[in-house]
């Protein structure tokens, strides 16, 4: 009896030799397939079904007894067969032909089956002149309205929305029953009509002039007006102010207009006050020592919570015992303040020239916050270069500005302002120093 195996491989030349090398000539190929596999991105490969006959040789396969060979038995193709197949698809057609692919070539040398046609049958679909299924969508129609009956043809009349200047008089509502329809007529039931007057809407160029109309533009200030926020803007410009805030201070007092201006100016964060936190001040050694004593008197904490990093501890004013000597110190030190029940201030002295030993310093305390201490008398470009070597600055203190020429010169740094001559920094102590400071330049 006769066996029939299925081969899979993605060439069909290795699937030819694989089934001469393991059958021999006997085996008959009954069906050869080339198949998709993972989606409509997969590879393809061919599917083989051999018929292996046993103890038949393959050019002397007999029909069963009592057929007598009729035609409709399916043809079996040898090896041979099916390579001659495979090369005649593969060869050019003729300019008016269009080329076959090696299943079509394979399906013209088999006989149709009942899978062929029903697959003809499924691809021609159903006949062109079969009526379509009415699709009826009911509606409901309003107190008054005319209807059409069910079964009785009526012409759908849209509605028709016009503006008021040119709507014409309506005229009086016909009966659905008076209308007649050209060609074949249906009485199957059909949509039915309403007429709904629809309130006006406005032009869509109405709405956009509505929407994008520019707004009434204010009463132009007085001249005098105008004149005296344009000098109180040059003034706080030659104070250092920049542009940006000064243009914004504009009224009748200056002090109001001070403050408003310097509200758009960033909030620095409060000093760090849970316990194990660390806040570093960088700065001169007795400059650093003040900001830090002014934020442990704040927060109430003990000198042993105040550290020094330096040189001149004794002119810092600090024992011995709490002098950070270098980066390795400084990280035994920080080991020990995060374990503190209580937050710590470490004031590191750091010249302008100075900045990468104070980075150092940084890196080795790992703090919450870093604050800077600033004259207001050094050239701000030697304080921008400073702070760029430092490598990380949260905030800034001003000191020293009563004796520059520009005290808000440091603004432009760009940094939130923590402290403002020793204190807080807030809109209200910027106006009552820069007042104090044009007071004395109008005089």
């Known amino acids: 009896m006769p066996t029939r195996l299925l081969l899979e491989g993605r060439d069909l030349e290795e ?60 043809k079996r193709l040898s090896i041979e067969d099916l390579a001659a197949i495979a090369d005649a698809a593969e060869l050019p057609r003729s300019s008016g032909e269009q080329p076959r692919s090696f299943a079509e070539a394979l399906a013209a040398e088999r006989a149709p089956t009942a899978a062929d046609a029903l697959h003809r049958l499924l691809a021609e679909g159903a006949p062109a002149d079969a009526p379509a299924s009415p699709s009826v969508r009911p509606i409901r129609a309003g107190a008054g309205q005319p209807v059409a009956r069910l ?31 050209s060609g074949q007529e249906s009485h199957m039931p059909v949509e039915a009509t309403a007429t709904v007057e629809k309130p006006r809407t406005p032009p869509a160029s109405e709405r956009l002039a509505a929407a994008y109309r520019e707004p009434p533009e204010p009463a132009a200030a007085p001249v005098a007006e105008r004149a005296s926020a344009n000098a109180l803007s040059r003034k706080l410009q030659s104070l250092g102010v920049p542009a940006d805030i ?44 003040e900001v830090a004593r ?39 030190w920080a080991k020990k303040l995060r374990k503190s029940d209580a937050a710590s201030v470490v004031a590191v002295e750091a010249a302008l020239d100075e900045a990468h030993w104070a980075a150092a310093i940084v890196e080795a305390v790992r703090p919450v916050a870093v604050w800077v201490v600033v004259d207001a008398s050094r050239k701000t470009s030697d304080v921008a270069h400073h702070l760029q070597g430092l ?15 520009d005290p808000a010169s440091p603004l432009s740094l760009r940094l939130p302002v923590a402290l403002l001559d020793g204190r807080p920094s807030t809109p209200y102590q910027w106006a009552a120093m820069l007042c104090e400071r044009l007071s004395l330049v109008s005089a």
């Open 391 to 405: 490598r990380r600055v949260d905030a800034i203190c001003l000191r020293g500005t009563g004796s520059s020429g």
């Open 15 to 74: 699937l030819l030799a694989q089934v001469r090398a393991e059958h021999g000539p006997d085996a008959v190929i009954v069906s050869a397939e080339k198949v998709r596999t993972g989606g409509l991105f997969g590879a393809h490969k061919f599917e083989l079904t051999v018929e292996v006959p046993d103890g038949a040789s393959a050019g002397t396969t007999e029909s069963p007894p009592g057929t007598g060979g009729q035609a409709d038995t399916p």
């Open 151 to 181: 079964g009785t043809p009526a012409a759908f009349v849209p509605p028709t929305f016009e503006r008021p200047e040119e709507r014409p008089a309506r005229p009086p509502a016909s009966r659905p029953d008076q209308h007649t329809t």
């Open 246 to 289: 000064a243009m914004h201070a504009s009224g009748g007092d200056t002090y109001s207009a001070i403050v408003e201006a310097f509200t758009a100016l960033p909030d620095a964060e409060p000093a760090p006050d849970a316990p194990g936190e660390t806040l570093v001040v960088v700065g001169e050694s007795t400059h650093a020592m």
């Open 294 to 332: 002014w934020v442990a008197e704040a927060q109430r904490l003990d000198d042993d919570h105040i550290l020094f990093a330096g040189r001149n501890a004794a002119a810092a004013g600090i024992e011995p015992k709490r002098r950070i000597t270098g980066a390795h110190d400084a990280r035994l």
